[in-house]
């Protein structure tokens, strides 16, 4: 069993900053694990993908972020990171941590809030 455990959301005026967390764990090991991302979904639209990491460091970023945000990953610890800065009302989501294993596995953490007020 694998479990996701995000941490990191929270309230921030707009121009702020949030640095979102997912820690990995469970019968995992980062050898596992391919791809460890984040996604986003705000209310009354689909979830969409803000970043993701692929185990040699690629990155994917989704057209919104226009290098406001960075993915970064630690494998000792089975943790993405995802730094946010200058944040937007309309960044406002939740947002939730995704891991894909090299067995075809996909996890979904349980989602944290972040909300920019304008």
């Known amino acids: 069993q694998v479990q996701l455990v995000e941490s990191g959301g929270g309230l921030v005026q707009a121009g702020g900053s949030l640095r979102l967390s997912c820690a990995a764990s469970?019968?995992?090991?980062?050898?596992?694990?391919?791809?460890m991302g984040w996604y986003r979904q705000a209310p009354g639209r689909q979830r969409e993908l803000v970043a993701r990491?692929?185990?040699?460091?690629?990155?994917n970023y989704g057209d919104f972020v226009k290098g406001r945000f960075t993915i970064s990953r630690d494998n000792a610890k089975n943790t993405v990171y995802l730094q946010m800065n200058s944040l937007k009302p309309e960044d406002t989501a939740v947002y939730y941590c995704?891991?894909?294993?090299?067995?075809?596995?996909?996890?979904w953490g349980q989602g944290t809030q972040v909300t920019v007020s304008s």
């Open positions: 469970g019968r995992i090991f980062s050898i596992n694990i391919n791809t």
């Open positions: 995704n891991i894909i294993l090299w067995s075809g596995g996909n996890h």
């Open positions: 990491i692929i185990s040699g460091g690629s990155t």
